[in-house]
């Protein structure tokens, strides 16, 4: 398994939770992390993304609410998601590609349920 994602959860709107996704020290030390998600009948949608210098981008439905981070030491990225909305209900799934490729290039974690509800 090259990606392990966890920390998915039930909460009520305006709560918070953190995702994390542990790799192995190669991947994490190269590739660009990041998460989509997926609700129920639709497509998979970007949610954040963090280069190996630190770098970050978001979806502008994120912005201001969740923070991506990564930690070092632990080979290991986090998406602290703040003022969840019931929109925000979906999978989670976090990703690694190589810096120079496409997503058809990534590894996939195995997805998280994160359930808000109203």
């Known amino acids: 398994v090259q990606l392990q994602a966890s920390g998915g959860g039930l909460v009520q709107a305006g709560g918070s939770l953190r995702l994390s996704c542990a790799a192995s020290r190669t991947i994490f030390s190269t590739h660009v992390m990041g998460w989509y998600r997926q609700a129920p009948g639709k497509q998979r949608e970007f949610v954040a993304t963090i280069t190996s210098g630190g770098s970050s981008n978001y979806a502008d439905s994120v912005k201001g609410r969740f923070t991506i981070s990564r930690d070092n030491d632990k080979n290991t990225v986090y998406l602290q998601m703040n003022s969840l909305k019931p929109e925000d209900t979906a999978v989670y799934y976090c990703?690694?590609?190589?810096?120079?490729?496409?997503?058809?290039?990534?590894?996939w974690g195995q997805g998280t349920q994160v359930t808000v509800s109203s």
């Open positions: 990703y690694a590609r190589p810096p120079n490729l496409g997503l058809q290039s990534a590894y």
